[in-house]
């Protein structure tokens, strides 16, 4: 029973590891080439086009749900209305250019396209809705002091800080490339290992009949919703997991709910939010991401009934086009980086630039 647990896990983090170390890459350059000032340039004011501009600039960035908060404070603070707000604050923890690329190995192009603009859609419908409240009371005044924003769930301390970028390119890229393989990987890599672990379980022990009676159509939704709402649990963290769920009998729509609610909010975010925006925008926070993700994962279900594409037959399909030598090569290089003493040498080759002094 072990031995096929690790062996289906094996399986899935071989064909995940390629996609991963692409996506780290893609997350240190985004990173690096993004500042936090044109960031605040762009999702200024409120509205529909400033709603929409916050979920799409914010779903490629490389952050958890806490690790957005500081960024979306700040953006708040600056001039950006609740609605942009809300929407950063959603669409970058629901999916990045690293959940992406591992939806794509694991779950096939259909989940992965619709894990992406899923969480696009909920963080322009829920900012919407959290834009019409109004502040009760002024934001807290400036003391010079950071706020405590992570509630203690980012696994290392640089995890939710966003320091400024170094002008230099080459620093920048440096920078981003630290970032990606240090504070990223770091931050989920423990939550990594346990989506795999529970992916090969899945695989390994239950049987697709088990949860096939009722891994659909609302009910299930509601739960996965419920359940997931209040998780830390990272959207790279969160696909293997949805693997195991879909070769266990659960249909993608419910899936969806799960991969959408699961990565785009923590307790640590709810508190913070209430804080910042008031209990009328948290209400209507929590309640634009259950019923737009629940209606997402109905229309998925929907859609694929009609057209009768079967997801479960795309998943991994793009992991088995690569080589053997690749995967293992890969899996390899993650483990070393995940792993703090064998990465020192990473250290010497890319180090943590230092800003200049004026």
Known sequence: MIADILNETLNVALTAAPWLLLGLLAAGAVKALIPEAALQRWL????????ARAAVVGAPLPLC??????????LH??????????AFLIGTPGVGVDSLAISYALLGPVMAVARALGAIVTAITTGLLVGRTRAATDHPEATGAEPDTCGGCCETDTGCATPEAPE??????R?????????????????????????????????????????????????????????????????PIAVGLIAAGVSPGTVL?????????????LGVFRRELGTPALVLYLAGIAATTIALGLALDAGLARTGVDVATQMGAT????????????????????TPVLRRWLDRLIPHPQPRSA
Do not use: K, Q
């Open 44 to 51: 200024g004011g409120a509205g529909l086009a400033a709603t």
């Open 65 to 74: 749900s806490c690790g957005a908060i500081p960024t979306a404070l700040a």
């Open 77 to 86: 603070r600056g001039g950006a209305g609740r609605g942009p707000t809300t």
């Open 168 to 173: 230099r390119l080459s620093a920048r890229l």
């Open 175 to 239: 920078s981003g490339l630290h970032y990606a393989f240090h504070d990223v990987l770091d931050d989920i890599r423990l939550w990594l290992v346990i989506g795999l672990l529970v992916a090969g379980a899945l695989l390994a022990l239950v049987p697709p009949a088990t949860l096939a009676a009722w891994g659909s159509g609302l009910a299930a939704m509601l739960v996965m919703a419920v359940i997931g709402i209040p998780m830390y649990l990272c959207a790279t963290a969160a696909t």
């Open 257 to 269: 709910v799960f991969l959408l609610a699961a990565p785009i909010t923590s307790l640590a975010t």
């Open 319 to 338: 992991g088995e086009l690569l080589p053997a030598w690749l995967e293992w090569s890969t899996l390899v290089i993650l483990i070393v980086l995940a």
